[in-house]
């Protein structure tokens, strides 16, 4: 897949942003290849969690630019509605889709996260950054607004006030930095990235996987409901997760004192 490399394995898919020389900067083809990627996981009950990383120093250093001379030599009315088109064509659904991925998705960055990279970011469930890694949303040096989703994503996941500080000024974050913030979950070493994403998503893929979507899906949801529909959501996620023999051998390992065997897992 032009400039993404993709492995299975155990449960686990590894999508790596391939353009090394390039800094990972995502192209069309790569944000439509991501799109149809991410969609197809709704209905995929063999991957149980999603790993995205870069190859190279840096995780991703944004969008691609190499068309920008077709923006310069437009009038303002033609300008306007060819990043219309890119906004609302190439960097939604991508964005969407990752965003009602069912799996865990585990972020891994070194270097730079810049841009789009930083959607990836706010995007995520977990998000492992090696101390090399700095983030930055951009935009406003750049002279125009929000244009991945990091405007819905950043308030809920840093706060407003954080969000606010960070898009406005256009700050760049260091890894220390964006674990305080609630960015990021994990800073390591950069020697000992790669090892540390790999036990994680072994952690997470050896999880019973109703229980692993289902649990992300009641976090996740709880944003947007009360706390009635919270709990009637809870109590039918709880009775879903009943009917999986996985359930009966948590509840016999508990009782026995051993570790469970989980046999969809």
């Keep these: 897949?032009?400039?993404?490399?993709?492995?299975?394995?155990?449960?686990?898919?590894?999508?790596?942003?391939?353009?090394?020389?390039?800094?990972?900067?995502?192209?069309?083809?790569?944000?439509?290849?991501?799109?149809?990627?991410?969609?197809?996981?709704?209905?995929?009950?063999?991957?149980?969690?999603v790993v995205l990383r870069g190859n190279g120093r840096h995780f991703c250093e944004g969008a691609d630019l190499r068309d920008a001379a077709a923006l310069l030599r437009a009038p303002a009315p033609a300008r306007a509605a060819m990043v219309r088109e890119v906004a609302g064509q190439v960097a939604a659904p991508l964005f969407l889709a990752l965003h009602q991925v069912p799996q865990p998705v585990l972020v891994s960055t070194r270097g730079h996260v810049t841009g789009a990279a930083l959607q990836f970011v706010a995007a995520a469930d977990l998000v492992i950054a090696a101390e090399t890694s700095r983030f930055s949303a951009p935009q406003i040096k750049q002279a125009h607004t929000a244009d991945h989703g990091e405007s819905w994503h950043l308030p809920r996941k840093l706060g407003l006030a954080r969000?606010?500080?960070?898009?406005?000024?256009?700050?760049?974050?260091?890894?220390?930095?964006?674990?305080?913030?609630?960015l990021v979950t994990w800073v390591?070493?950069?020697?000992?990235?790669?090892?540390?994403?790999?036990?994680?998503?072994?952690?997470?893929?050896?999880?019973?996987?109703?229980a692993l979507r289902g649990m992300k899906a009641l976090?996740?949801?709880?944003?947007?409901?009360?706390?009635?529909?919270?709990?009637?959501l809870e109590a039918e996620m709880l009775?879903?997760?009943?009917?999986q023999e996985d359930f009966i051998e948590a509840i016999r390992a508990r009782l026995e004192k051993r570790q469970p065997d989980f046999s969809d897992a």
């Design 239 to 243: 009775g879903l997760c009943a009917a």
């Design 188 to 210: 390591v070493p950069d020697a000992t990235l790669e090892k540390r994403t790999a036990v994680i998503a072994a952690q997470l893929a050896a999880t019973p996987p109703v």
């Design 1 to 49: 897949m032009d400039g993404l490399a993709v492995e299975r394995e155990n449960g686990i898919l590894r999508i790596t942003l391939n353009r090394p020389e390039a800094g990972n900067v995502v192209t069309p083809a790569m944000a439509q290849g991501l799109t149809a990627l991410f969609r197809a996981l709704r209905e995929d009950e063999e991957t149980r969690v």
């Design 219 to 232: 976090l996740r949801q709880s944003l947007h409901r009360t706390a009635e529909e919270q709990l009637a």
């Design 163 to 182: 969000a606010l500080r960070l898009c406005l000024l256009g700050e760049r974050l260091d890894a220390a930095q964006a674990e305080r913030y609630g």
